[in-house]
């Protein structure tokens, strides 16, 4: 993701809902487990259209889910790493005092 962007408000749309907010935001860890209609414990497939395509939202949503929080993470895994290097090359440079500088 191009640096230029990274602090955008962006809309998102997830599950049918619009979320517009800063691409920053505080990472959701969502829920790991598949949805329970992948269960295959289940002895039948699927009972009828409808349910096959309730369960491929469902799956279509939580992989979404994951898209979005590793996005997320890696943002702020890179932003970290910027500040860690500013805050290094600030000290190399000789500043008396880097975390007031920081941000």
Do not use: H
């Not at 002895?43 to 994951?66: M, N, P, W």
């Not at 890179?78 to 000290?91: S, V």
């Amino acid at each position: 993701m191009p640096s230029t962007i990274k602090r955008a408000s962006i809309p998102l749309v997830v599950g049918g809902i619009i979320w517009t907010g800063p691409v920053l935001a505080e990472c959701q860890k969502p829920n790991y487990e598949p949805p329970q209609c992948t269960n295959q414990y289940i002895e039948i497939q699927f009972l009828d259209a409808k349910d096959f395509e309730r369960c491929k939202k469902e799956v279509t949503y939580f992989l979404e889910s994951l898209d979005i929080w590793s996005k997320c993470i890696a943002d702020e895994a890179r932003l970290k790493g910027d500040e860690a290097i500013k805050l290094f090359n600030c000290k190399v440079n000789g500043t008396s005092n880097c975390l007031e500088n920081s941000g």
